[in-house]
């Protein structure tokens, strides 16, 4: 496939005959590149299966899951093993509809409220990618959705934000710890090498898979985490250095414990990269994302990078 063909929607026209290329926010389509797997071949998980925490068997303590935590439901836990091969969650919470999702290529997990304007969505993989980060669509528009910024990029949604939940990353013990009767997701039923992690040393290597935008400035490494709160990011060098940090009306606060999903071959055995939550003045959690430094710079490229300097 060439630049050049991608660089047209109407390439894509055959593949998404219901979407609306007519209506996008893309400036430069040049941008959206195939992943390699077509739409819905990495398929999304809808109202997934759970198991007590204290009876699930098979993870590693230090492995990393997506913790949701909502006022009047038991805590659920949505280990990276399971997102890595699928990216997308379409789950119900206490009568609340979510879309948990994971890009590997950024390290974006953020949960989503599936509710926009009166109607109830259901995501798919699109098996597109820009800048290096997933491409959600809805079944019922058949609109796309950046992942990273939660907002439609492509047909009848664009311009549409969904709104970003407070959910959070840590490992499977402190998820445990903090949740003895919280649920955790059961192993989905397809035939998928749950545990390994198909981009063996990704977050140490020098270059984005399928990246062609400018690096971070400030001499960031393109794949160093940052934690992004809005257009603001921490990069976690410095937070995994002070431990907490009450900067911009948040408190950041770091603690090791948790594994890198993209380092070794096994989750479980990933270096620490120690886990992030973000908490307003008021002690509650905040909305955020623990992303590579690339992928901000692309999507937020008039962002804050709080360095404290």
Known sequence: MSAV?????????????DTDFGKTSIGNWVEVLSGGPPKDGIPALDAPQ???????RGLGAREPVITVAMEGARARAYPIRYLMWHEIVNDSIGGVPVAV???????????????????????GVSGKLRNSDMIMYDRETQSWWQQAVGRGIVGEMTGVALTHMPTWMESWAEFKAAHPDGLVMAEPPHNRDYGRNPYSRYDSSHRPFLYSGDPPPHGIAPLARVVRVGDRAWPL???????????AGTTLSWHAGQASALDTPRIDKGR????????DTSGQDVPHDVMF?????????????????
Do not use: Y
């Not at 759970?50 to 699930?56: D, G, L, Q, R, W």
């Not at 999702?101 to 995501?123: A, E, I, K, W």
């Not at 410095?238 to 900067?247: F, H, I, K, T, V």
């Not at 430094?293 to 300097?309: C, K, R, S, V, Y």
């Open 5 to 17: 063909a991608s660089a047209d929607p109407s390439f894509w026209k055959h593949e998404w005959p």
């Open 50 to 56: 759970f198991v007590e925490a204290a009876k699930k």
């Open 101 to 123: 999702t994971f890009c590997p290529l950024c390290n974006s997990g953020m949960t989503f409220d599936r509710r926009v304007q009166g109607r109830t969505l259901s995501f």
């Open 237 to 247: 060098s410095r937070l995994a250095a002070l431990g907490d940090l009450s900067e």
């Open 272 to 279: 620490d990269v120690g886990s992030i939550r973000v908490r």
């Open 293 to 309: 430094a690339f992928a901000f710079h692309a999507f937020w490229p008039e962002g804050a990078w709080m360095l404290g300097q």
